[in-house]
């Protein structure tokens, strides 16, 4: 199985820039697909960004697409979230998880992935 260790988030104003890292550990992330959720207060956890297990498929949500970018680094064994533009609505926790070699990608379902980070929390103010 792999261990996930989410870091990188942080307190920034409005049109900043964060990278937040997955650091992967056991085994490697070239075995799994990759998502990006996040949970603000009172709200649920809603998918953010997902790469395939190749690295070759991407997927966004619309809020973000187009100001963040996933990937994969198979030497560093880390995924990355690159923020860019951030707005007070981006503020909540960011977890990373790790879906196994499966039929069906299903990047933005929350259940269908097997291992999570412990989060790291991401505030935006105005």
């Known amino acids: 199985q792999v261990q996930l260790v989410d870091s990188g988030g942080g307190s920034v104003q409005v049109g900043s820039s964060l990278r937040l890292a997955c650091a992967a550990s056991g085994r490697s992330l070239s075995d799994y697909a990759v998502g990006w959720f996040r949970q603000a207060p009172g709200k649920e956890r809603e998918f953010v960004a997902g790469i395939s297990w190749s690295g070759a498929g991407t997927r966004y949500s619309d809020v973000v697409k187009g100001r963040f970018t996933i990937s994969k680094d198979g030497v560093k064994n880390t995924a990355y979230l690159q923020m860019e533009r951030l707005r007070p609505d981006d503020t909540a926790k960011y977890y990373c998880?790790?879906?196994?070699?499966?039929?069906?990608?299903?990047?933005?379902?929350?259940?269908?992935?097997?291992?999570w980070g412990q989060g790291t929390q991401v505030t935006v103010s105005p």
């Open positions: 998880a790790a879906m196994a070699q499966s039929s069906l990608w299903q990047y933005d379902r929350a259940h269908e992935y097997d291992y």
